[in-house]
């Protein structure tokens, strides 16, 4: 299987360019992503092949993008509208969790909404509060929503094609720290993730390590860097999330860090040191940790303040092997 070394942009590019060229009903809608190729240029090109009806410029209402792309999926099509920054996902919002999430339901499964809703997310670029926010936890809490967000190349291109196969309306979060800063052998070849699935990205038997998207590398690295025997769990699908996976590590390890730099309160870390309280308390020696940003917005000139870096992660590390 021949395979090229790709950042995470270069691989959403080219999954978006192949599934496009086997699949006319696949149309792409967005501020600015047709001729200039988006903020961060992941549709670059792409107009220019497929023509204007396909990749379509849109005026600066997320509210319509998300409008139009849900009158697609109803008519047939399979629309991917992209939100320039997730942060202005938010006067859409009705339209996501009210309209595409509940179609299945409301109409008793006569209707689908096939929407793939791709954005950039979180921190890393010093964009300041309305740039960087990470706001997972509001599509996890809405039923009918699935939630993906890769970490690595790879995975970008695996869950895109398995997001694409979704008869429901799926959330892309891109972490764009990870655009341009990693890159990673992706096959030529189509493949896919499978959606709910995490990875054992680095193992180990004194801790686990639960994360996902811009904090993978972190934690990864850090554990790496300081020798430290632990599982780290790439979530991948934020929700449905893999909890067999997270429960058998803990089991074996008895200690758990949950590393997002998503707020702390509510966030994800939240729901999953509750599932692990109601599961295997009996098997923990030591308390459940986050590592989290604080809760406040998201500041320009202190991000690495805001964000979990490796001294906090070490300090979580100190505190749960105090537990023996």
């Not at 004194?206 to 554990?223: A, H, Q």
Request: proline share 6%.
């Amino acid at each position: 299987m021949s395979s090229k070394q790709l950042n995470m942009v270069q691989a959403i590019n080219s999954t978006l360019d192949m599934l496009m060229k086997e699949d006319d009903s696949i149309i792409l809608l967005g501020e600015d992503i047709g001729k200039d190729g988006g903020v961060f240029r992941v549709t670059e090109g792409l107009q220019a092949k497929y023509g204007s009806e396909r990749v379509i410029d849109t005026p600066l209402v997320e509210l319509g993008i998300v409008g139009m792309a849900i009158g697609m999926a109803l008519t047939g099509l399979k629309p991917v509208p992209e939100i320039q920054f997730q942060d202005f996902i938010f006067t859409a919002f009705d339209q996501i969790v009210n309209q595409a999430a509940k179609m299945r339901y409301r109409s008793g499964g006569e209707y689908n909404v096939p929407m793939v809703l791709r954005t950039p997310y979180g921190g890393g670029i010093r964009g300041g509060l309305y740039h960087s926010q990470s706001g997972e936890a509001y599509f996890a809490h809405t039923a009918g929503l699935t939630v993906l967000s890769p970490s690595n190349p790879y995975d970008a291109k695996g869950l895109l094609i398995s997001a694409m196969k979704s008869k429901d309306p799926i959330i892309f979060l891109e972490p764009k720290r990870l655009y341009r800063s990693i890159k990673s052998d992706v096959p030529d070849e189509k493949y896919s993730i499978p959606i709910g699935k995490a990875a054992l990205v680095h193992e180990g038997s004194k801790m686990t390590f639960v994360t996902y998207g811009s904090m993978v590398p972190i934690v990864v690295n850090t554990v790496t860097k300081h020798s430290i025997d632990a599982d780290v769990i790439d979530l991948r699908t934020i929700m449905p999330y893999d909890g067999e996976t997270i429960l058998n590590s803990v089991k074996k390890t008895g200690k758990l860090i949950i590393v997002h730099e998503a707020p702390r309160t509510l966030g994800m870390g939240a729901e999953i040191s509750a599932f692990i309280g109601e599961r295997a308390v009996d098997y923990l020696m030591a308390p459940i940790l986050r590592v989290c940003g604080p809760d406040i917005p998201f500041p320009y000139k202190l991000e690495e303040y805001y964000m979990p870096n490796e001294g906090r992660i070490l300090k979580a590390i100190n505190r749960v092997q105090e537990f023996r």
